[in-house]
């Protein structure tokens, strides 16, 4: 009942060795669920049943700790970011027999914070303390490789990423207390959209589009979540509104005297 939530089974059972989990990732059919184990370890279980997991792991491979877990849309590929500034890619297609595709992806300076797959599964989107956003080509998880330059604007780490349901755009949160938008339309041409947006408040870890995209969800440190309406066309019916017969022709001469009239509101 969704008013009425109730655990499955012991919460002990889901537990690191010494810790809570870091990062976790459900697989998009919901049959596993992939945990940090052990902070430089990941850990795969079954939970066809809830109330009985099943462990298989512990999957070695990172030096540092795993900050970040995501499933490909697909649920073949899982992803696993970590402070050792490297990226994994794991073939789960058989979870009781995980396997590493590659080499780590390096390009990183610093710690990975956050990892999203593109909705089409083809791009990788990951998100630094180097206060970048990296974008890679995963289209073959075996022979991934970078995509593009670094998305840069950010002054401090990055912590938060989500992609628009139709995978035009990408969002970034950082801990500069900013929210940026991208175009990756083309991943190897990704530009920033606009200037950053400041939520007025320290970022928190989550942004949401809306189905549509043109809302943004951006949780904050104030105990509050903001909307951000991306709609340029209602933004300029509101301005438009608000400012109707401001700019007059007498004030175009005066502030714009080498231009002809031409005002954005009609």
Not at 56 to 78: C, E, K, N, Q
Not at 79 to 88: F, L, P, V, Y
Not at 200 to 217: E, H, I, N, Q
Not at 244 to 264: F, I, M
Request: aromatic content about 6%; hydrophobic content about 35%; charged content about 20%.
């Amino acid at each position: 009942t969704p008013g009425r939530p109730v655990p499955y089974g012991p919460a002990l059972v889901l537990q690191s060795r010494f810790m809570g989990p870091d990062a976790l990732a459900f697989s998009p059919d919901g049959r596993t669920l992939a945990t940090a184990y052990d902070s430089r370890s990941l850990q795969l279980w079954d939970v066809t049943d809830p109330a009985h997991p099943v462990s298989h792991g512990p999957i070695a491979g990172h030096r540092g700790y795993i900050d970040s877990l995501v499933f490909s849309p697909d649920g073949r590929t899982l992803a696993s970011g970590s402070a050792d500034g490297t990226i994994r890619l794991w073939k789960v297609t058989d979870p009781t027999r995980p396997a590493s595709l590659r080499e780590p992806l390096t390009g990183h300076a610093g710690p990975v914070n956050v990892l999203v797959f593109s909705p089409d599964g083809h791009t990788l989107a990951s998100g630094g303390d180097d206060d970048t956003v990296r974008l890679w080509d995963v289209t073959d998880p075996a022979h991934a490789e970078r995509t593009g330059a670094a998305l840069t604007g950010h002054s401090e780490s990055v912590v938060s990423l989500t992609y628009s349901r139709d995978g035009s755009t990408l969002a970034s949160g950082g801990n500069d207390n900013t929210v940026r938008l991208w175009d990756v339309a083309d991943p190897s041409a990704a530009e920033p959209i606009g200037q950053s947006m400041s939520p007025s408040a320290k970022t928190g870890s989550f942004l949401s589009f809306s189905p549509d995209r043109r809302m943004l969800g951006v949780s904050s440190g104030s105990d509050t979540v903001r909307l951000w309406d991306l709609d340029v066309d209602d933004a300029i019916s509101r301005i438009c509104a608000t400012t109707a017969n401001v700019l007059t022709h007498s004030a175009w001469e005066e502030y714009l005297p080498r231009l002809s009239y031409d005002p954005p509101c009609d």
